[in-house]
Nanobody, 115 residues
Framework: VQLVESGGGLVQPGGSLRLSCTAS????????MRWYRQAPGKGREFVAS????????NYADSVKGRFTISRDNAKNTVYLQMNSLKPDDTAVYYC?????????WGQGTQVTVSS
């Protein structure tokens, strides 16, 4: 299993970014995909999830209404569209999949929200 995130960067408060996570090594279309984040000095926290067919999504309360998770099963890719970014969104963002009861993580992509 391999997960590769991209799309992070430095953005001003109120700005937008779109993260991507490209997956390989498993049947992408069969699994729920998740995004997590970890801010400096804090634990890793759930951000959003999307079911295998893309029908059902879930969000942390802190990002609800601002972030949108989606997936393109033809490209084995899951996205996280982040709008109205706040300094508190600054973190390393990780893509996650649980296959056969084991969690797999990407290397993470840094998102910094600052003026």
């Amino acid at each position: 299993v391999q997960l590769v995130e991209s799309g992070g960067g430095l953005v001003q408060p109120g700005g937008s970014l779109r993260l991507s996570c490209t997956a390989s090594g498993f049947t992408f279309t069969a699994y729920v995909m998740r995004w997590y984040r970890q801010a400096p000095g804090k634990g890793r926290e759930f951000v959003a999830s999307i079911t295998s067919g893309g029908i059902t999504t879930n969000y942390a309360d802190s990002v609800k209404g601002r972030f949108t998770i989606s997936r393109d099963n033809a490209k084995n890719t899951v996205y996280l569209q982040m709008n109205s970014l706040k300094p508190d969104d600054t973190a390393v963002y990780y893509c996650n999949v649980r296959v056969l009861a084991r969690d797999y993580w990407g290397q993470g992509t840094q998102v910094t929200v600052s003026s």
